[in-house]
Nanobody, 113 residues
Framework: VQLQAFGGGLVQSGGSLRLSCQTS????????MGWYREAPGGRRDWVAK???????EYENFVKGRFTISRDNAKSTVYLQMNSLKPEDTAVYYC????????WGPGTQVTVSS
């Protein structure tokens, strides 16, 4: 399985970014997917998950600000991030819902105050 996340960057507090993650080597539509993040000095934690049927769940800190979605035809999962805060600064990764697969390189999100 190959995971390629992109769309990160530098944004001011209150700004927005949209992350994308293209998946290959797996039947994407049959897999729940998730976004995870790892802040400097921290551990990798889940942020948002979307089931194969489209149901979603969010970590409390991002609830109401982030939206996860998927396009099965493109084997891609998205993360729309609004009202970004400096605490959202991290490397963001996508993976299976559990997660199951070897991690891809991630994409850096930096939010300035």
């Amino acid at each position: 399985v190959q995971l390629q996340a992109f769309g990160g960057g530098l944004v001011q507090s209150g700004g927005s970014l949209r992350l994308s993650c293209q998946t290959s080597g797996v039947i994407f539509s049959m897999n729940g997917m998730g976004w995870y993040r790892e802040a400097p000095g921290g551990r990798r934690d889940w942020v948002a998950k979307i089931r194969s049927g489209g149901g979603t769940e969010y970590e409390n800190f991002v609830k109401g600000r982030f939206t996860i979605s998927r396009d099965n035809a493109k084997s891609t999962v998205y993360l729309q991030m609004n009202s970004l805060k400096p605490e959202d600064t991290a490397v963001y990764y996508c993976n299976n819902y559990l997660p199951l697969w070897e991690w891809g390189p991630g994409t850096q999100v930096t939010v300035s105050s």
